[in-house]
T-cell receptor, first 115, second 115 residues
Framework: EADIYQTPRYLVIGTGKKITLECSQT?????MYWYQQDPGMELHLIHY???????EKGDLSSESTVSRIRTEHFPLTLESARPSHTSQYLC??????????????FGPGTRLTVL | AQSVAQPEDQVNVAEGNPLTVKCTYS??????LFWYVQYPNRGLQFLLK??????LVKGSYGFEAEFNKSQTSFHLKKPSALVSDSALYFC?????????????FGGGTRVLVKP
């Protein structure tokens, strides 16, 4: 099991609420990622970070934002949640070292439902 | 651009029979290929990867995968399936010639192993 954690595991909230999904890893990985997994199972990269103070948008446009103030922490925030944000959110991390061979390790995911 | 295709949405197999999950890929440079498994309400777990070397890669839980450059395939195999292998399987690729560590995932294949 990888040492990467996500909280909460499940969240049901009303439209318009601000939420933050937490992701932490204790492996000292420089690179971290957020994926959105839709009901059809496909994974879409929405944000990634190569290190502290580095954040980039992924392949799928998302209304969420991320921050990377500490190496081990990569929270994702939705300022105003909508039903279209209902999905499974997966966080992942990998080592740096410039090796694109490095494996990404995933957290358990947060299942978000916006009513 | 890099892409992955998993042509089967679902694979059904009887316990004890061989299991194969298909994956084909497209990259410009050298392919780095990965297989992950996802159990219900869990994140993705790394199974195995191909970077270079022997075309037959052995991974966790008795799984193996064969890299075939001419057919641009990386099929996942298990000689004798267990009921506990029932899960969602994802193939992923990264272009070894491209900067960064972004993975592209296939759409996933659901495996159902019947007793």
């Amino acid at each position: 099991e990888a040492d990467i954690y996500q909280t909460p595991r499940y969240l049901v909230i009303g439209t318009g609420k601000k939420i933050t999904l937490e992701c932490s890893q204790t492996m000292g990985h420089d690179k971290m990622y957020w994926y959105q997994q839709d009901p059809g199972m496909e994974l879409h990269l929405i944000h990634y970070s190569y290190g502290v103070n580095s954040t980039e948008k992924g392949d799928l446009s998302s209304e969420s934002t991320v921050s990377r103030i500490r190496t081990e922490h990569f929270p994702l925030t939705l300022e105003s949640a909508r039903p279209s944000h209902t999905s499974q959110y997966l966080c992942a991390s990998s080592r740096d070292g410039g090796l694109s061979t490095d494996t990404q390790y995933f957290g358990p995911g947060t299942r978000l439902t916006v009513l | 651009a890099q892409s992955v295709a998993q042509p089967e949405d679902q694979v059904n197999v009887a316990e004890g029979n061989p299991l194969t999950v298909k994956c084909t890929y497209s990259v410009s440079g050298n392919p780095y290929l990965f297989w992950y498994v996802q159990y219900p309400n869990r994140g993705l777990q790394f199974l195995l990867k191909y970077i270079t070397g022997d075309n037959l890669v052995k991974g966790s839980y008795g799984f193996e995968a064969e890299f075939n450059k001419s057919q641009t395939s990386f099929h996942l195999k298990k000689p004798s399936a267990l009921v506990s292998d029932s899960a969602l399987y994802f193939c992923a690729v990264r272009d070894g010639g491209a900067a960064g560590n972004k993975l592209t995932f296939g759409g996933g294949t659901r495996v159902l192993v019947k007793p």
